[in-house]
């Protein structure tokens, strides 16, 4: 076990066979009640040391015939605070290393950084800062609300490339010298961030995505309209705020409301970023 500090507080990590991995650090507040369709605040301070942490987002795993996906969805939801990244790197006594910060799939409905297959032990045994991001999904990240910011779960990303600019080189890394990479929802959320003129990465891979990365404000507005008849009332940010995040999943589980847009997407999803005049 070893800790770094960072600009909140001391985190601990496991020391394994290439390197040290700090697990579940939160980044941004995890929302509740009202707030969670609000944008990512500021990061309060603690005392002594935090440990390993692997709260996930709310959500449902999406079947796939007969495929298991666990190993890049994970296996459990487990609850807590799920705005969290992880740190894998060689040693935090190096210096200067390039940083790899990679987002994972799930059609924005489900995933987890911490799925096995983004362990990721191969980029510090070659000398490079992995950080896998978590972020809000279904939607609590992603309706699209005329009282809330749009693309909260793209928001949670950005907060998170805000945290890795302000701590990485505590862990190693060199914050000039960060890539961010993704799979599938993860993919298109690289593309999107490429368009919101970020200066907090350097370059994008968008491994299984595609240029139709974000629905057009008009194919967001079918989804919020099912999800109001869903819902048995207005829907906007206030709405839900007395409803658990599990009722919301209940109500958005088999929300694939008919539209005539085009949707590459394998099993289209009801949510996706939405064209907002940043993204």
């Known amino acids: 076990m070893t800790s770094v500090r960072t600009s909140s507080g001391k985190v601990l990590g496991r020391r394994g066979a290439h390197g040290v991995t700090f697990a579940g650090i939160p980044y941004a507040p995890t929302p509740v009640g009202a707030r969670r369709f609000a944008a990512p605040g500021p990061l309060p301070r603690w005392d002594g040391v935090r440990g390993a942490a692997r709260a996930t987002a709310p959500q449902r795993m999406r079947p796939f015939g007969r495929a298991d996906l666990s190993p890049v969805l994970g296996k459990t939801t487990a609850r807590g605070d799920y705005l969290n990244l992880t740190v894998s790197t060689p040693d935090h006594g190096t210096r200067n290393l390039p940083v790899l910060v990679f987002l994972h799939g799930g059609g924005f409905a489900t995933g987890t950084g911490h799925a096995p297959v983004y ?42 490339l805000g945290w890795i600019n302000e ?42 995505g595609h240029a139709l990365c974000c629905y057009p404000p008009e194919r967001a507005a079918v989804t919020t309209r099912a999800f109001r008849e869903a819902l048995g009332r207005p829907a906007t940010a206030a709405a839900p705020a007395d409803l658990s995040d599990e009722r919301i999943l209940d109500l958005t589980e088999h929300l694939e409301p008919e539209h005539d847009f085009l949707d590459p997407s394998l099993s289209s999803s009801p949510f996706k970023p939405v064209l907002d005049g940043d993204s």
């Open 167 to 208: 701590n990485i080189a505590n862990f190693g890394g060199d914050s000039g010298n960060v890539t961010v990479g993704g799979q599938s929802a993860g993919a298109m959320l690289v593309l999107a961030l490429m368009t919101t003129l970020t200066d907090l990465c350097r370059r994008g891979i968008s491994q299984s």
């Open 119 to 160: 362990a990721g032990a191969a980029f510090p045994r070659d000398g490079i800062v992995l950080v896998t991001v978590n972020y809000r999904l279904g939607a609590i990240g992603w309706l699209d609300l005329p009282d809330a910011p749009a693309n909260r779960g793209l928001l949670d990303v950005l907060a998170a």
